[in-house]
């Protein structure tokens, strides 16, 4: 399985952003994915995973900001980011979840 994250960018705080994290390589139905941020000098932490079935949970640092979705057809997770905050910028990683599989990353920058 391959996962390919794209979509981070610069913006300035209040703004928005929408990631998008597309699986290749596999035929099978994914189980669930999530989307992970590492911050300079900090560890990496989860910020919301999503179910096969839509079932969703979130870090409580982006809850009622962020929201993950999926496309099972296109097979692609989304990470919408509202209300961008300067301690949101990290590079952020989608993984599907209880495997090694992770996405190459994607950096997101939130400043003035």
């Known amino acids: 399985v391959q996962l390919q994250a794209f979509g981070g960018g610069l913006v300035q705080p209040g703004g928005s952003l929408r990631l998008s994290c597309k699986a290749s390589?596999?035929?099978?139905?994914?189980?669930?994915m999530g989307w992970y941020r590492q911050a300079p000098g900090k560890e990496r932490e989860l910020v919301a995973t999503?179910?096969?079935?839509?079932?969703?949970d979130y870090a409580d640092s982006v809850k009622g900001r962020f929201t993950i979705s999926r496309d099972n057809i296109r097979r692609t997770v989304y990470l919408q980011l509202n209300s961008l905050k300067p301690e949101d910028t990290a590079v952020y990683y989608c993984?599907?979840?209880?495997?090694?599989?992770w996405g190459q990353g994607t950096q997101v920058t939130v400043s003035s």
């Open positions: 993984r599907l979840e209880r495997t090694d599989f």
């Open positions: 390589g596999t035929n099978s139905r994914l189980n669930s």
């Open positions: 999503i179910t096969s079935g839509g079932s969703t």
